[in-house]
């Protein structure tokens, strides 16, 4: 049996095909890079974003044609999309074999045993590290946190992962060691909001102190951390762990109080740039990345030049830039989209030449 995966969207989607691919293969598949031979099709779908849901349709829509060549052919959709659109799902696409919901993804194995008939003979040895191309033993990401709770206005994560939940100091540090015996040296810490972190009295600050000991690790880095929960302590323990990344993703989605207070974002433009100083003036050759969102509802030309003047202010080394896209169910969709199109583009194309200039 063999099965080719398709990852949309985040890291976090990223690290839950990693842990449906490794599930399979330790199950006995193969996991394959030419769609054609697959005996079966797993979209892991992103619903962040207006583009991100329409590119997961259309490739869920290709994959008709290759049913129809081969009855016997599963396809599964999980991710984000699945668990927002479900219904929708169902009904424009009939010939899917399983949808699975983003928080369901932890029982993929028992899912799939039960949606497919032929069990493949599980493998006597250890798999490979390579089959058909893919990496398969593992992954560099480690999930910390998964769900968040924050429920910015605009963001439909809250609603399709839930909210927010710590995993056990044990179950990081277990997976951690897996790695390291995989013969990895680096990692990646990933949540909708590591900084929040907490397992009792262990937070995300004890979690880094506790990594930056193990003398296999090499490298540590971590994302997404929200402004809101960006501590003194955390940023100390940065400048302490000569392990830890001296790269932080840092996300302000707009430089405008106004638009910031819509967003729910928690905080105000003062205190974000008070954060990036400590940032820089204790950890020297800090490089901060950031997210922007643009035309989000009542957005004017002053809300953008504020963007724009935090940006100049932040000295961001890179920054993802998109279109504000309504996504049901969230408070932001309650409010009238008054943006025009040809406003929000305008605006993204003046923040991609920023960071364009900056990095040609």
Known sequence: MRFYLKT???QMNVADSD???EKLINTGYEKRNDISKADII??????VRQHAEERAFSFIGELKQLKIKNAKLKIFVTGCVASRLK??????FPYIDKIILATEIENFSEIVKDAID???EKPKTKPPTEVGGYKNLGTEFITITKGCSN???YCVVPLVRGP???????DILADVKKLISQGRSEITLLGQNVNSYKSGKFDFSDLMIELNKIPQLKKIGFMTSHPKDMSDKIINTIASCKKVTRQIHLPVQSGSNKILKLMNRKYTREKYLKIIKKLKNRIPGVAVTTDIIVGFPTETEK???QTLDIIKKAGFTKAFNFKYSPRENTEAFNMKDDVPMSVKKERLARLNTIFYNKTS
């Open 8 to 10: 949309f969207g985040c």
């Open 19 to 21: 842990f449906m691919s």
């Open 42 to 47: 797993i979209a892991n779908t992103c619903t």
């Open 87 to 92: 219904e929708k799902l169902k009904k424009k």
């Open 118 to 120: 032929i069990t493949p």
């Open 151 to 153: 429920f910015c206005s």
């Open 164 to 170: 927010e939940i710590s995993r056990p100091k044990k």
């Open 303 to 305: 809300d953008f030049q």
